[in-house]
């Protein structure tokens, strides 16, 4: 189903219906330093293979292996994105921010259940992390609990009030339960917000259409 398929595109701020989104920062996690990826494809593969240089040289060091991942994926190889995150998970497996990035890149690989484990230990309820609950959501969503999906991103509005993206993704979990009027008011809500981008705007048409 093609609504199901967009689900991941503004939980996870990944692949699903668009390649090379903006956002990919926060669904990586936030390096020390941060680094912004250059938006035409021929810089873009030469960021890439200077990234991936450095972490040839030094695998251990977080901040390189994320911006690398980062870069990975959007050149639309997530494979490789998933192996650099998971190497970095395994060397820090109780570091939240990397056991994030690694749960969303497996989410945008389509590895559902496993990425449902990981992010269960990317955040506690007492430091709970908005974007993790949305993609926790979004794979809720995708395995067919829409119940579930929506208390968490309940949950994660509460945390970050009136975010387009996560008011999309509840949208979107409307409509796959056939909550259409629901599923039109929300995801109007989230194309009223001054930071909804054009999938956003994308989403209410599709439910509408």
Not at 134 to 160: M, V
Request: aromatic letters at 4%; hydrophobic letters at 40%.
């Amino acid at each position: 189903m093609r609504l199901a398929a967009c689900l991941l595109v503004l939980g996870l701020a990944l692949g699903g219906c668009k390649t090379g989104m903006p956002g990919m920062a926060d669904s990586f996690g936030k390096p020390a330093a941060p680094v912004t990826l250059p938006r035409d494809q021929a810089s873009l593969h030469r960021f890439s293979e200077d990234w991936g240089r450095r972490y040839d040289a030094n695998r251990a060091d977080k901040n390189t292996a994320l911006t690398y991942a980062r870069s990975l994926h959007a050149l639309g190889q997530n494979t490789q994105a998933v192996a650099v995150l998971q190497g970095l998970a395994i060397q820090n497996p109780e570091d939240m921010q990397v056991l994030s990035a690694y749960g969303k890149a497996l989410a945008d690989a389509g590895q559902l259940k496993q990425t449902a484990d990981i992010l269960t230990r990317a955040h506690t309820p007492e430091r709970p992390d908005w974007s993790v609950l949305s993609t926790q959501g979004s794979i809720a969503d995708q395995l067919g609990d829409h119940d579930a999906a929506r208390g968490y991103y309940d949950t994660a509005l509460k945390i970050h009030p009136n975010d387009p993206g996560v008011l999309s993704n509840h949208g979107l979990s409307y409509a796959l339960s056939q909550q259409l009027p629901k599923a039109e008011e929300t995801l109007r809500l989230a194309a009223s917000q001054p930071d909804a981008d054009e999938r956003v705007r994308q989403n209410l048409a599709l439910v509408l259409g």
